[in-house]
């Protein structure tokens, strides 16, 4: 119970961070996805289920927060997560590219996702380089935050883990 | 092990079902729905805290959206760093207060003009927006004070927004520079008018002038007032930048350089005699 209360509070802050101090920080005209970099380091450590929950509680909290149609941001979120916490046990490597890669490359896929389902539902019809430029530049600054998030959130992790229950 | 994938796909099963419940309240609700007051109770929590770290990283957030200029000119760099220096020299001089002080007195002199005639109400940006796809702004007034949906927030420059959604003690404008915004406007030198529409961070698009419009470069655009009633006539919203003829040469566009400041917008003045005309009293009046 604790773990949910701790993990819920880190994407709280993640939220508030992200519409104060990160909001200012528009370089070229977008700001970092902090929430969704936080996202993605869940994912990576606790798993595919895991980060599809916290990346719909996440991207739900951030949807009643904005004015698109709500649930767009909560469902790329969620796919996301569970797509990065999925792959995690297939790649061996334990070195600092992990992190960055994975949150570069689902950075990258979960705001251009994001993108095309506000397509989809007709929402603020962006030009199209402003939607790549977003979605690229969402990837690299987000990838910049790694050194910054993935400790953190991997303190966190490790802090509340869950007792471990060998079902198999 | 295949337990627990199934474990997890069922996870998934259930999040998607959450998701598409979510998606259809959102499409089917009328106003007032459940999702609405959701979305009114999550301002009312997180605006008090975003207000309480806005606060705090006030300096920080003001030194951050300096380097968001990185990508300009040198010229501009140099001239943005010697203004940083000197603003942050001034920061620590000069405590916050006297600096709102001075907005409010410029708010002051704004009261005298034509278009912030009425009762006004001050208020203060306390956040942005939380995503890169919508340019909104939280006030820290909501319907407690008197605000409501669809009425105009001007700065001491010119127009700001309008309302959106109202909490009870916070609000959020849709700014003049989002995609979904536009507003009926007019040329100041030759009166001819057309509609202006927000393209995030590109300057505004004033679309539909009569194409044999002369219009000069750094020409005044104000609201025309023809927006439903939406905003009151003659609120400037920028200037003219260039000019570009549509391609069936029926019309031409004007491109338009906002003239409020969106990345430091601090105090600003909601004019509460503004908004949407009611269908009801439209009727009234012709009967």
Avoid: C
Wanted: net charge neutral; aromatic share 6%; charged share 20%.
């Amino acid at each position: 119970m604790r773990r949910v209360l701790v993990f819920g509070l880190t994407l709280l802050t993640a939220v508030l961070l992200q519409t104060t101090v990160f909001a200012q920080l528009k370089i070229l005209g977008v700001s970092p996805d902090l929430l969704l970099a936080v996202v993605i380091s869940f994912a990576l450590l606790e798993g595919p289920s895991a980060g599809a929950v916290l990346g719909f509680a996440g991207g739900f909290l951030r949807d009643l927060l904005l004015d698109a149609p709500a649930g767009l941001t909560g469902l790329s979120y969620l796919v996301i997560g569970y797509v990065v916490g999925s792959i995690r046990p297939y790649i061996g490597s334990n070195t600092v590219f992990v992190p960055a890669a994975g949150v570069f490359l689902g950075s990258i896929a979960a705001t251009g996702l994001y993108e095309v389902l506000q397509g989809l539902f007709g929402q603020r019809p962006a030009p199209v380089s402003r939607a790549i430029s977003v979605v690229l530049l969402t990837g690299v600054y987000n990838t910049i935050l790694v050194p910054f998030i993935y400790p953190p959130v991997r303190r966190i992790a490790a802090f509340y883990k869950p007792e471990k229950v060998y079902q198999w | 092990m295949y337990r627990k994938s199934n474990r997890h796909r069922l996870a998934l099963a259930a999040l998607l079902a959450a998701t598409a419940t979510v998606v259809t309240l959102d499409f089917r609700e009328n106003p007032g729905g459940p999702l609405q007051r959701a979305q009114n109770l999550a301002i009312s929590i997180v605006a008090p805290l975003q207000d309480g770290i806005g606060q705090i990283f006030r300096p920080a957030g003001d030194f951050l959206s300096s380097l968001g200029s990185i990508g300009s000119l040198k010229a501009e760099n140099a001239r943005l760093e010697s203004d940083l220096e000197r603003l942050t020299a001034r920061q620590r001089r000069i405590p916050e207060v006297l600096r709102e002080n001075a907005r409010l007195k410029e708010l002051v002199e704004v009261k005298e003009k034509d278009w912030a005639a009425g009762t006004t109400l001050a208020a203060r940006v306390i956040a942005n927006g939380p995503s890169n796809h919508e340019w909104t702004a939280i006030l820290d007034k909501g319907s407690a004070d008197g605000v409501a949906g669809g009425m105009a927030v001007v700065s001491a420059q010119g127009l700001v927004g309008r309302v959106l959604t109202v909490a009870v003690d916070y609000s959020k404008v849709l700014l003049l520079i989002d995609p979904q915004h536009s507003v009926g406007t007019r040329l100041t030198e030759t009166g001819e008018t057309g509609v202006t529409s927000g393209r995030s961070l590109e300057p505004l698009r004033f679309e539909f002038i009569d194409p044999n419009t002369v219009i000069k470069d750094g020409e005044t655009v104000v609201t025309s007032g023809y927006d439903r009633g939406v905003y009151p006539a003659g609120i400037p919203i920028g200037r003219v930048s260039s000019v570009q003829k549509a391609p069936d040469g029926l019309s031409k566009t004007a491109l338009v350089q906002p003239v409020v400041s969106f990345s430091r917008l601090d105090i600003v003045l909601v004019l509460m005699e503004s908004g949407p005309v009611e269908t009801g009293a439209v009727s009234e009046g012709s009967g």
